[in-house]
């Protein structure tokens, strides 16, 4: 007794010291990893914004982009390509209401704000509400159209007025057609408000806190959100840009630092093959340092909390992570009852309680029949999900004070206490019972399973190997009489 109480002294010595050199090691690593975290940010702030965090949005802006705005140029494709479309115009154009049903579903379908065809043998220009007139070289207004006749490319993005939407400024895909011998035979595609697309890109804006736009290879801002400059018509009437005329606009990709207002900006381009037109992202350095210091301070903050924190709680977590590292040793991590080391634990110790107590001790050994097909079948997941189940029928069933143990794969033990064989019986019969009745769903699949059950009681004098040995025979003779029964060892 001297000697445990001891040991328990030296444990509780040990477990201290340990706690606390734990926690003035936590407190200095998460006080000297924010520390420096602040002052590498602070100092290489302009290289993270260059070379970092603005080609970084703008890749996710690009996948926005691709995402949302270049859909029309998709469902143009799809329309250019589109078998039916082809057919109608090849075949005469004969009843002008199909292609506008067909036009009015693509509206309707893709939310587009508009969808059109003209067509190069009539000139008619098609819409979802008919003919709205015939093309003509000599109307300014149709110059679109003979522009992108002779056009090498399949298809072009531009800003032009919708004649049938009352002239509203609009983002048009124009994409040419071919017939199946390769012969120019129209033009059709679909268009977007300009306010719908400026909504988009106040949206990026929102989302990445960036100033975001498009320009044309001569620096024309094309697109641009609420946070662009109204007065600025090209990049280069921005100040500090004036003088990159000649270069900035002449790689795919470029980078670019410049001062205006007393203020640092950093801008990254990227051409967007699909528009023709560059995306510009912008970031001033001041919101970008203003924004990581903020951010840095809360995050001491937050670690002094979490630091006063550890004081409290270590010693918490050490007891608590001692006790479920018992648990794990002792439970079955499938499903969550006493595993067969448990068992062996404390079989023993119950047995000598029972004799002492004189009260009925009685061991159920329950088996799932068939299970190996279930997990030939459908698979280990399915044994898993039907193991499962079975023990949670099974806790139905019991009593809190008896005890359930995995025994093996599909092999459960159960420990009775106060329940003499006849006891063990009528429990054993409601659990296959229920089990029986219960349908075990995996993957939209029904699994319905039956179990096998062995029961046996004390004998005053038995081991608990010699328990065991007549619960198994039992078992045995529940199998041999054809399963989903119980037997009496």
Known sequence: MVKDKRRGVIESWEKNRVMSWLTLLLMGGFLLVILISFFVSRHSLRNQIVHSSLPLTS???????????????FISSLMAS????????????????????????????????????????????????????????????????FRVRKLDQPFEINVDIDTVHADALTVFVNYRMY???????????????????????????????????????????????????KNIKRIYDI????????????????????NSGGATTHLITRYIPEFNWYLIVEEE??????????????????????????????HKVISGYQHRIEQLAITDKLTGVYNRRAFDLFMSQILRESERNQEHLSLI??????????????????????????????????????????????????????????????MAEKIRTAVEAQAIYYEGRKITVTVSLGVA??????????????????????KQAGRNCVKAG
């Open 59 to 73: 890749d996710n802006i690009y996948s926005e982009i691709q995402r949302d705005l270049l859909q029309p140029v």
């Open 285 to 314: 350095e001041t919101v970008a340092l203003r924004e990581v210091s903020n951010s840095l301070l809360i995050n001491l903050g937050i670690c002094g909390v979490v630091i006063t924190a550890i004081l409290f709680m270590t």
């Open 179 to 229: 017939d199946y011998v390769n012969e120019y035979i129209g033009t059709t595609g679909v268009g977007l408000t300009v306010n719908e697309v400026k909504k988009r890109i106040n949206s990026y804006e929102t989302n990445y806190h960036r100033h975001i736009f498009f320009v044309d290879h001569q620096g024309v801002v094309m697109l641009s959100g609420e946070m662009f400059p």
């Open 82 to 145: 589109d078998t039916f479309v082809r057919d109608w115009i090849l075949q005469g154009e004969k009843d002008p209401r199909n292609i506008s049903r067909y036009l009015k579903e693509i509206m309707g379908k893709y939310g587009m704000f508009t969808a059109f065809l003209v067509s190069e043998n009539t000139r008619n220009y098609y819409h979802s509400t008919g003919i709205v007139k015939n093309v003509l070289e000599t109307d300014p207004r149709d110059a679109w159209y």
């Open 457 to 478: 009681e004390n004998i005053k004098g038995d081991r608990d190997d010699i328990l065991l040995s007549r619960t198994d025979r039992a078992l045995y003779l529940a």
């Open 239 to 258: 100040e500090g840009l004036g003088d990159t005329e000649s270069w900035l606009l002449k790689k795919k990709e470029t980078s670019y630092s410049y």
């Open 365 to 426: 050994l329950m088996d799932i029949d068939h299970f190996k097909q279930v997990n030939d079948t459908l698979g280990h997941l399915a044994g898993d999900k039907t193991i499962q189940e079975v023990v949670r029928v099974t806790r139905g069933m019991i009593r809190n004070a008896d005890i359930i143990c995995r025994w093996g794969g599909e092999e459960f033990l159960l420990i009775m206490r106060g329940c003499d064989e006849a006891d063990g019986m009528r």
